[in-house]
């Protein structure tokens, strides 16, 4: 490029040499070797084709050492982060022999291993994929819109199967079926090319070749062969074939752009392709050349794959072996080319085949999808083509029939370039490296390197206009022996033949890069070329490269005899050795490996590697942004070359410090524009911090060291002096200014510009752009020092340009820093290029925000895309807000704006632009929420918004604190951390977290601690949310009673006294019959348990579920001795227990909540040892079902159980797999189920002993299974089933009634709430068949039903031919509620209603009585009324006239009636009654419902001990009483009631009598439904849910712990189903602790009742959400918050199942309602809110009443304390304290900051030392947002809105700004501002204020003031009509005039 002279004195320095060695490698040494664990599992895979495996597996270890040094390979690429910030790190891949090793690390951070993974088989080859999985399967084609899930992967290959392991833990293996040569990762998945030897002959034409290339796009789908698409080939049309060339090498794949470079080893020329998804079309052309296989047309055999790989219907091939692949078929296909060889027999030929087959690994080719490519040899012989016509075709008929489905390509590779052919193009020029690289002007180019030439060729290529392909250049070769992209900062290094390392930028040469550390190549090298070869050029030698190919082929590449210069150590080495004269240096660089970012490894000629880094372009902001903006501005050639010279500059050996990193910014820019900067006083100061740039061409001589008087002039004239005297600093240390003398040499004689430098004719276009990065860092207020160094440059250019407008603008901003004596310089402007985009007229943001505020006009404002990003969003938001244009940000091209690109650049709109466009689905209704939402999506978050200027930031602090008054719910998480809602971001964050990671378990966690549980014995309730229920029930300890009366783990109390004259023996067995008596109760507990404790707890994976003992021994006062049941004394019943334990079991299962992570594993792990333990894990796998945790439970496992034939165990595990697959008719589930229902299996089956239990819990299952789907063949059986007669030989004579009652049950839920829609059951007539079941009859034949045997009749059971009504009336009753569920269904309902007359009542059971009528209510269920007179509606007359009233004495004699039928039929129907009300009411807490059962609770408990009692009997008033409680408990589920649990409480102490197990049972259910979950769940009123409740309330209870006679004791768990958590818990987002909240629930309006609003103090438990309108928390105390349910109830849903945590923020000065119930201490804040006088008086300690910002606090501490002599900061502390205040109060502490920024700044103006007028700006921008149209607007739709900032501050800062103008321009202002308005320079010391009048009244310049032709007016209405077109506000107006006017005189009008 350059003489050499110059080259040496431009080096690059590169950072610091580390030795580099693969991290891998250590560890490897270290890893437990991959041998032992081959030996330790004996896979089949690593069993070779032997059939010992042992011989096999020691072939394979003998490979495996021999080989197992030399293998060694590693590849890095830049760390990827998980969530995807910017991460700098390397990741290794490393591969030796057996083992893959991913390991990650930098040089700051440590290195560590990631994973590693050992496979059966050397390795061939390594890398990272990652595979998309569409997510809509059906859509093939490339949409790039659907949303894909991207696996990333790491794949193995190995000799026959490559794994694949993808980063979510998933592993897959796929089967090769041919030997891959290479595996390339692309966009779309893996690309493998097949391994043939080069010297294959190209087969006679009527045999086609096999694909040579294949695609599999995720591992479990097929390889699919390639598809290639040639431009016009030599048959002149563009084809689309299979890839089948085999002298097509792939060099080189990319993912982005999706590009192949393959090699042509005949043609030896490379080509590039582009890959892609194949269309349609494409694939129906293959696929149907394939068809015509049979023409000998050399076209379509040559082009496609025809039926061979078609893959066989059935699987093998009818010869061939299933072992064979491609390469055999390749091998015999060389030996087949004579035709002689047809006579061969195909045995022969198959073991030719295998004998030459490549693979050592053959067996593992038994895989299914293998077949497809695997052909019998038979069909391999040339007359193949002709087969269908060839009479001699004989088994390879059968091989081709038509069915057979070919595969279909996916993936196409489409012809884009070819390099050109050359005349001394040599053999072996293989690419050896190929990369894509980026020059410094973002162009692209492809480099391949080709060794054979020592050239690195680069092809330039770009994107189509319309994106749709790539155009490629033209070819540039440039001397290289290895070549590395540096990525990083766009570059690409490369080594020259002497050893040099040079860098290029594209082709652009950058320069030498100098390694410290390493010595220079020496310089007698200087020829870029070795020397003219030796013949050793040509031929390889033996000694070194030849034994590297015959040895392991690296990197599993296997080599054709044209050498594939693949790896590091190159084919020329010796060359270079023996013409290098540096031989002797020792060290050289000879290959460069690994590059990443900007990091590349060197490898060293004695076999050391070391790693650099190049470094970077700039590292400080501002030069980095004006570098991005001169390369925007500029042509890409010169913008090259400009970069290239200030990199050479920046990066000398020894370069810059960062400070000084601007000052050689400027030197080398202006250097480069023409200017000489060495006579230019200012920039010759620039201070270097003594490394002079190589720019600055002469050195200086070294000063001396003691130093002269230059020195100190030196600094005077420095600019940090400058900035130092202008600082704010300086004026208020009082600091006098030192006179600078003149400088000594007259340098004032004027400098022109050399106009033949580089950038000389760019100067106005470098100019505008450096003003527009001026005018974006004005933006952000962090970048002052950048502004201020700017602008120095600036006004020099401006000077230089002749530019008034610019020199006046600059002046105005900054006047301390444009002093008006500076050097000028000439520029001759007729060379100049003045670009279009040039303004006369400086573009300024604030003054554009300015004129939009007032509502004048605006221009588009001036933006460079991706460089003026603030800018850009400054603009559009004020458009938005305040224009009010909602189409500002809508559209990518706005008005607003217009873009500024290099003159010869195609408008390009530019990607990023599209993420902007304004695409949100929530609701949007104002425009404050359009511009938050806009701004989130753009990027735009807090910190950047605390970055801009306040004036600038105004407008959308003012937007942000509109949307924190009224946000919307389903806001996305960023807008409410924008807003400052930390409540709504908290809860958006945990609405993302995966349903997994259940986040509640931290907030809302009980922390007990440890030492309690151990001394409490574990009663299974330790693991309740105390903080919650504390909450919840604040006034009384009800939660720790409850605990008390359901805890059954520790020994009751038995109390007997000893009367005297029982002896000791009977005293003993009375004790223990009181103990038989109380353990009654203690049996029943643990369902109550179950539902109090349901869904508390989160299990730990590694432990096993605890289960507390059920205790059922007692201790005896007063010495507390132990009695025990089983002392032998008195008879116990067998098995008492064993169906307490079962429920034991699921109460603890019941706590698991559904959220938790436990897997098959732990399910299995928790099997008990013990065999007494069985029932409870059958309870336990009950529960489990119920809370879906089941379905994880392997299949295996499943039928594991069952087989074990435990009775218990089946029975829990068939409901549980039930009810955990509910309404899914899931298959396996009911092939499962039908084995335990002989109805369900086909009449000829063997018969099954399947106990009668296990058969009724299989029925319910049914039931559950199909719940809702009305399916025809199961409602058929079942309604058979209700019938069943008992059979011949006692089978179904027990329990009969409980089968019955569950195929009824199992009906209902079938066709759940159908009704008469049960579509095509009518001829099954339903519900007749339930009325004969329900009323009785003679028995209907149903024919085809009923198996044989069951023609003759029970020998023991006489029924006869009609109905059991005692059997069957249940089921029916309930099926026909069911099925009529909430229908209003009135002939149905008149079939239930209540006999009314005695002969009719006397043939119903009093029993069925109450089913009857529940069954009616359920179905007239919206007549239910909550008032006694409906329930006494219920009841027939004449029971009504004839009964007993409840309380009366003495009874009423009557001959004619039986008064016990009437009065047992009238309790029983009111029962029904109020059980329906239980129904529907469940969970709704409905106050009338609970006063009403709660007055006929008390009146049956009255009855109970009334003398009458006798008449209707104590059992039937027990089972009353206990449905009852059972009602109340659902209406009142979850709340925790306290009167009902004092029922509850009064039932559990009554043991004695008649209370036996089953009421026991039904008051604790009713306990537990009070509790439900803790006070976290209620019931639900959904036909499913009544479903599960009618199972599980059934009101018939057991009446000892065995029975099971009329209900299964197991279905009383299934209300589980019917409970849906409802509790809402506020959780205080500062404190992280659950509080109360006033929340405002609004019901829809129904048919009962209009549209309401409640008030309701959460937590508390919503009503059900489908009545619901909407939910908001309600201030004052709390941020308001509005949950809308009209829009969906999903988002509420998802926040209750997430354990209900809604997060609220307390307002400023509010309490929470635990520390302040009333309100009362919040009456501070009253009066501060309500600004009263007092306000001063306030004690900063108070504002933590008023926030939890420690920032805040700070601020009170520091600012707001008076400490003692003050003296005048007094009042700065007032103010600062009543500011204070104004913000917390307001509730906008982020406004803090401005007020004191404004009030800050006008006291600098009074004192006369605002050097900058930066912030006079801002106020001014304040002043005209309050002011703007749109703001006055807003406040009179909204008045009561907190005003945003207080009213009284800014009219005293305006008055105060106005008065210290006012008086300066009396105190001799005006003179000054005479002298500018006239163009005279005005004196020194009035500069700054000058400046800011000038801002402040928006004065035009000078040189606007004289093309308005203002002086000749001679008064003031003359100047007010010419003022007009400047927009300058009167009041500016009326303090010129007497300036303009010259007579004062003349101001009067």
Known sequence: MSDHSDERATMIAAGDLQEFAPRGREHCRRHPSALTLQLRRLQPAS??????????????????????????????????????????????????????????????????????????????????????????????????????????????????????????????????????????????????ERT???????????????????????????????????????????????????????VFLNAEPSIVMTYDTVQSLHTVWALRRVKPEEQNMVLKFSEQMGTPQPMATSSSLTAHLRSLSKGDSPVGSPFQNYSSIHSQSRSVSSPSMQSRSPSISNMAALSRSYSPALGVHSFSGVQRFNFSSSTQSPKRHSITHSPNSTSSDSFLIPETEPIVPELCIDHLWTETVTNMREKNSQASKVFITTDLCGQKFLCFLVESQLQLRCVKFQESNDKSQLIFGSVTSIQAKDAAPVQGIDMLLVLEGSGNLVLYSGVVRVGKVFIPGLPAPSLTMSTQMPRPSTPLDSVSTPSKPLNKHLGPLEEGVLLSPVPELRDSSKLHESTYVEDCTFQQLGTFIHALRDPVHNRVTLELSNNTMVRITIPEIATSELVKRCLQGVKAILPKEIAVQMLVKWYNAYNAPGGPSYHSEWNLFVTCLMNMMGYNTERLSWTRNLDFEGSLSPVIAPKKARPSETGSDEDWEYLLSSDYHRNVE?????????????????????????????????LFTHIPAIFFVLHLIYEELKLNSLMGEGIRSLVVLLVQLARDLKLEAYIDYYYRDYPALVKTSRQACVIDQGFMHHPSFFSAEPPSIFQWLSSCLKGGGVQPYPYLPGICERSKLVVLSVALYVLGDESAVSNEASHYLYKITSGQRKQQIEQDDSRCSFRHNTSVSSLAEKLVIWMTNVGFTLRDLESLPFGVALPIRDAIYYCREQPASDWPEAVCLLIGRQDLSKQACEGNLQKGKSSVGPVLSSDIPSGTESEEDEDGMNDMNEEVMSLIWSEDLRVQEVRRLLQSASPVRVNVVQMPEASDHEYIEEKENRLLQLCQRTMALPVGRGMFTLFSYHPIPTEQLPIPKLNLTGRAPPRNTTVDLNSGNIDVPPNMACWASFHNGVAAGLKIAPASQIDSAWIVYNKPKIAELANEYAGFLMALGLNGHLTKLATLNIHDYLTKGHEMTSIGLLLGVSAAKLGTMDMAITRLLSIHIPALLPPTSTELDVPHNVQVAAVIGIGLVYQGTAHRHTAEVLLAEIGRPPGPEMEYCTDRESYSLASGLALGMVCLGHGSNLIGMSDLNVPEQLYQYMVGGHRRFQAGMHREKHKSPSYQIKEGDTINVDVTCPGATLALAMIYLKTNNRSIADWLQAPDTMYLLDFVKP??????????????????????????????????????????????SSEDL????????????????????????????????????????????????????????????????????????????????????????????KTGGEMNYGFHLAHHMALGLLFLGGGRYSLSTSNSSI??????????????????????????????????????????????????????????????????????????????????????????????????????????????????????????????????????????????THRNSEARAFKPEAISAFTSDPALFSFADYFCKPTVNMGQKQEILDLFSSILYECVTQENPEMLPTYIAIDQAVRRLERREMSETFELWQIKLVLEFFSSRSHQERMSRNPNRGLFMNSEFLPVMKCTIDNTLDQWLQAGGDV????????????????????????????????????????????????????????MPVRALLRLAPLLLRNPQSMVL
Request: charged share 20%; with cysteine; net charge negative.
């Open 1587 to 1728: 479903a599960a409740l009618l199972c599980a309330l059934y009101p018939h209870f057991p009446v000892h712990s065995t029975d099971n006679r009329y209900h299964l004791q197991a279905l009383r768990h299934l209300y589980v189903l019917a409970a849906e958590p409802r509790l809402l818990t506020p959780v205080d987002v500062d404190s992280n602790t659950p509080c109360y909240a006033l929340i405002e629930v609004t019901y829809k309006g129904t048919q009962w009742y209009a549209e309401t609003t409640e008030e309701l103090m959460a937590p508390t438990l919503l009503p059900e959400l489908h009545l619901l309108k909407q939910i908001r928390v309600k201030g004052p105390r709390y941020w308001e918050l509005l949950i809308d349910l009209s829009k969906g109830t999903n988002h509420l849903k998802s926040i209750l199942s997430k354990g209900g945590v809604l997060y609220v923020k307390l307002r400023a000065g509010q309490l929470s309602y635990k520390e302040d119930p009333m309100g009362w201490r919040s009456l501070l804040a009253q009066t501060v």
């Open 47 to 192: 069993e070779l084709c032997s059939s010992d495996g042992a011989a096999g597996l020691v072939g394979c270890l003998r490979e495996v050492t021999i080989h197992e040094r030399q293998r060694e390979s590693w590849q890095l690429r830049k760390g990827v982060s998980d969530v995807g910030e910017a991460v700098d790190f390397d990741e290794e891949l490393y591969v030796a022999s057996n083992m893959v090793i991913w390991s990650k690390g930098s040089k700051n951070h440590a290195s560590a291993v990631y994973k590693a993974f050992t496979v059966d088989s050397p390795v061939l080859q390594a890398l990272w994929c990652d595979f998309t999985i569409p997510q809509d399967k059906s859509e093939k084609a490339d949409v790039s819109g659907s949303d894909e899930i991207v696996e990333k992967c790491i794949c193995i290959l190995q000799n026959s199967c490559i794994n694949v392991h993808s980063i979510e833990g998933k592993d897959y293996i796929a089967a090769l079926p041919f030997q891959v040569a290479n595996v390339w990762p692309t966009k779309y998945g893996l690309l493998f």
């Open 1872 to 1927: 000054s501002l005479h002298s500018y308005l006239s163009g005279q320079p005005t004196e020194e010391s009035q500069l700054s204020m000058l400046a800011c009048f000038l801002i402040y009244h928006s004065v035009p310049t000078p040189g606007q003031l004289a093309a308005g032709g203002l002086e000749g007016s001679t008064n003031f209405s003359e100047l007010l009509s010419k003022f007009k077109q400047l927009n």
């Open 196 to 250: 043939s030897s080069s010297h294959e002959v190209p087969p006679s034409p009527p045999r086609e070749p096999l694909p040579t290339m294949f695609s599999m796009l995720h591992p479990l789908d097929e390889i699919t062969p390639l598809v290639c698409k040639s431009g016009a080939g030599v048959f002149g049309s563009a084809r689309v074939q299979y890839v089948a060339d085999y002298t097509l090498r792939i």
């Open 1458 to 1549: 039986s008064l016990e039928t009437l009065a047992q039929a009238h309790v029983y129907i009111i029962a029904g009654a109020c059980l329906s009300l239980g129904f529907r009411f469940a969970g709704s807490e409905n106050l009338a419902a609970f006063k009403c059962l709660y007055k006929y609770a008390t009146d049956f408990l009255k009855c109970l001990s009334a003398p009458t009692a006798s008449i209707t009997g104590h059992y039937n008033l027990e089972t009353c009483l206990s449905v009852l409680l059972l009602s109340l408990a659902m209406v009142m589920a979850g709340s925790g009631n306290l009167k009902v649990l004092q029922l509850c409480r009064f039932m559990h102490k």
């Open 726 to 758: 202008s600082h704010p600093v300086a004026k208020a240390l009082r600091l006098d200014p030192l006179e600078v003398l003149a400088p000594k040499d007259d340098f004032l004689q004027s400098l022109s510009l050399d106009s033949s430098t580089l």
């Open 1407 to 1452: 029993e069925f009585l109450l089913l009857r009528t529940l069954a009616r209510c359920l179905i007239l269920w919206d007549d239910i009324w909550p008032d006694s007179k409906w329930v006494n509606s219920n009841v027939p007359q004449i029971i009504r006239e004839n009964s007993i009233s409840l309380h009366a004495t003495e009874l009423p």
